[in-house]
């Protein structure tokens, strides 16, 4: 019996190893304004929408990711990660922070601070 689990093993190595996460990059070109909203039972939320040809983007690639861990990125930090049940094509995303400052941070980078690559999808 132990030699038939090492052949399947080796036949479909495939298995054993886990889907990586896919990255939506958040830049420059792909936002219109960050707000800080007030705290709620879950944290602090920054809201975010973002511009006509960010909210194109994230509307494809979310679209082709149902079902997926995505991950938001800015630069090498990581805005927010969720699974996608829906795409977004509404170009509105949110993150909650577990403090006001966190949740200012985030808001002041987000209207101003971007870089200007990488923008959309990554890995």
Same mark, same amino acid.
């Given at each position: 019996?132990?030699?038939?689990?090492?052949?399947?093993?080796?036949?479909?190595?495939?298995?054993?190893?886990?889907?990586?996460?896919?990255?939506?990059?958040?830049?420059? =070109?792909?936002?219109?304004?960050?707000?800080?909203?007030?705290?709620?039972?879950?944290?602090?939320?920054?809201?975010?929408?973002?511009?006509?040809?960010?909210?194109?983007?994230?509307?494809?690639?979310?679209?082709?990711?149902?079902?997926?861990?995505?991950?938001?990125?800015?630069?090498?930090?990581?805005?927010?990660?969720?699974?996608?049940?829906?795409?977004?094509?509404?170009?509105?995303?949110?993150?909650?922070?577990?403090?006001?400052?966190?949740?200012?941070?985030?808001?002041?980078?987000?209207?101003?601070?971007?870089? =200007?690559?990488?923008?959309?999808?990554?890995?």
């Amino acid at each position: 019996m132990m030699s038939w689990i090492a052949v399947l093993l080796l036949a479909f190595p495939a298995v054993a190893s886990a889907e990586t996460e896919q990255e939506f990059n958040l830049c420059s =070109a792909y936002v219109e304004k960050a707000v800080a909203g007030e705290q709620t039972d879950l944290g602090w939320p920054v809201f975010v929408k973002l511009t006509g040809i960010g909210t194109n983007s994230l509307g494809g690639f979310t679209e082709a990711k149902t079902g997926k861990m995505i991950r938001i990125i800015v630069g090498d930090r990581e805005f927010s990660r969720s699974t996608i049940w829906v795409p977004i094509p509404s170009g509105e995303l949110h993150g909650t922070f577990s403090s006001k400052e966190v949740a200012t941070d985030w808001q002041r980078t987000l209207a101003g601070q971007l870089p =200007a690559a990488p923008c959309g999808a990554g890995n």
